[in-house]
C-alpha cells in the first residue's frame, strides 16, 4: 500500500476542502484550487483531515493514492501559505528589469529576453538580480522558475548564468598549460 497515500492530509483554519462530483476544491485565504480525480481512488473529508483511499490493492491505484494525497496536500499547503521560487543572476551585465507584469533579462544574448508571468503567477525583482516567482500553485511556479532558469542555465565553468538560490555549481576545472 501507499506509504504517503495513508498519510492523511492536515486541513489548517481559514481553509476548506470539498469533493464536488470528480473534483476536489480547497479554497483559503489566497485563493482557489482544484485537482480532478482519477480512478479507483476515493476523498473523504472528516473536520480537519482529508483522507484518500485506494479501492483496490493493484498497484497503478496505489500509484494514484499517493499521487491524489499529493496533490491534495500541495493545494492546501498553496492556498493557506504560497509557493515561491528565487533565482539569482550571476554574470558580469546580467540584470533583470520589470517590464509591466512580466520581466525583461539581459544574460548575455545580443538581445533582451521577454518574460511573461503565466495566470496565477507573479513575478517581482530585488535589486537587479533577484528574481521572485510566487503563486499558490506549486506545478505553475516550478514551471515558470524552470523556464526562466532555461533562458540562461549556469554554465560549469565561470558559474555564469541564472540559478535557483542556494544552488550548487560544480565547476569544471577548465584547460591546463602544458
Known sequence: MSRIGRKPVEIPE?????????RVVVTGPKGELKVKMLKGVKVRVEETQVIVTA?????????FQGLIRSLINNCVIGVSEGYKKTLKLVGTGY???AKGAGLELAVGYS?????KPKEGVKLS???????????IDKQAVG???AE???VKPPEPYKGKGIRYEGEKIIKKQGKTAA
Open 14 to 22: 481559514k481553509v476548506t476542502v470539498q469533493v464536488v462530483a470528480d
Open 55 to 63: 479501492v483496490n490493492e493493484e498497484a497503478q491505484t496505489r500509484a
Open 95 to 97: 540584470r533583470a528589469v
Open 111 to 115: 538581445h533582451k529576453i521577454e518574460v
Open 125 to 135: 525583482l530585488e535589486g537587479n538580480d533577484t528574481i521572485f516567482v510566487e503563486g
Open 143 to 145: 514551471q515558470l522558475a
Open 148 to 150: 526562466i532558469r532555461a
